[in-house]
């Protein structure tokens, strides 16, 4: 099989879109994907790799479909939801491309940001990311606690997490392998991403509002991802205890000594039930603090220890 003619030197590029509910969007992004790519199917070979993330309405239907005009669509049914981290996951696993570009299938992905990509690629950088250059179509709230997240995880992880970039970007076949080579089951790819490092570009691009179906991050999913986030790619909070139990424990024997030192000088006194009570209450909120920490690390070392698949796949449809 190792020809030398020029179609085995063409480079492929694959595209990894997980599709969870997208049932109306699946026609427009692939027209979309398409038209955006036209200028360069003579040079490149692509395929599309749709992860259907155990979705509820007809998307998987609308994506056999899609394969009648799209042949280089390649579906991966997983046999239920397992979340978008896991869908990209399974979709780098299965993607075979000389470059890989995940891309939310939702549109709010411009894909006429590809061609840019490919050129900063070509030019030898190994990871292009996309950077968001605004927030507009966020709530206040949601870019507040975004800003904090970047803010916090730069402090205490020792990678850099880059700010406004999602999953959208360009990776090269190094960075992909390197990525697979991660198995970690909490997966927080953006993360991840950051983590294996190599050669890295940005492009910029204005983010768009969803047109079909609706976002399935509320806020509750939002807090968990940022926790997950902190909690793979830091362990100062468990460590932080060790610095907060000496700083009070030194408070309590200072306090102590005082105690004894007043107690001999002075006689023994009965009232004192408010600063027991302040002394009480602080230190049980802080220890259960602590104990909830370590809680959030726990559940996390059980997830890892169980050793499960990140993903389940019902059936792969198509070459
Ligand atoms: N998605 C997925 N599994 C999920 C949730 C979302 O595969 O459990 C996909 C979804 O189909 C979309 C992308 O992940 O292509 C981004 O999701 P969404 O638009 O809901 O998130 P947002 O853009 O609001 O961050
Ligand atoms: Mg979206």
Redesign the pocket.
């Given at each position: 099989m190792k020809a030398i003619t020029n179609m085995d030197a063409r480079k492929k590029i694959s595209l990894v879109?997980?599709?969870?509910?997208?049932e109306s969007?699946v026609r427009p992004f692939l027209q979309q994907v398409h038209a955006a790519l036209a200028p360069v199917l003579g040079t490149y070979d692509i395929e599309i790799i749709c992860?259907n993330?155990?979705?509820r309405d007809g998307t998987l239907e609308a994506l056999r479909q899609a394969r009648q005009h799209h042949p280089q669509v390649k579906i991966i049914d997983f046999s239920r939801?397992?979340?978008?981290e896991?869908?990209?996951t399974a979709g780098l696993d299965f993607a075979t491309g000389d470059a890989v570009i995940p891309i939310?299938?939702?549109l709010?992905h411009p894909p006429e940001l590809i061609l840019e990509m490919l050129a900063h690629w070509e030019s030898g950088f190994e990871v292009v990311l996309a950077r968001r250059t605004s927030r507009e179509t966020d709530q206040a709230l949601q870019r507040l606690t975004a800003r904090a997240f970047y803010e916090v995880s730069r402090y205490i992880s020792h990678i850099e997490i880059p700010a406004d970039v999602?999953?959208y970007r360009l990776m090269d076949r190094k960075v992909v392998d390197a990525l697979k080579a991660l198995q970690e089951k909490c997966r927080f790819m953006k993360g991840l991403f950051a983590w294996v490092g190599f050669r890295t570009t940005v492009v910029n691009y204005q983010v768009v509002p969803?047109v079909h179906?609706?976002?399935?991050?509320n806020t509750w999913k939002l807090w968990n991802f940022a926790l997950e986030g902190i909690t793979s790619f830091s362990t100062l909070p468990l460590r932080v205890w060790t610095y907060l139990g000496g700083v009070v424990s030194l408070g309590a024997f200072i306090y102590a000594a005082y105690l004894i030192i007043k107690t001999l000088v002075f006689g023994v006194e009965v009232p004192g039930y408010a600063s027991l009570m302040i002394v009480i209450l602080l230190a049980s909120g802080v220890q259960l603090i602590g104990i909830g920490i370590l809680g959030e690390y726990l559940g996390r070392v059980f997830t890892e220890v169980k050793n499960r698949p990140i993903y389940i796949v019902r059936e792969v449809i198509g070459p």
């Open positions: 879109a997980p599709f969870y509910n997208e969007n992860v993330d155990g979705s939801n397992f979340g978008k896991a869908a990209i939310d299938s939702d709010q999602g999953d969803r179906g609706k976002s399935s991050f």
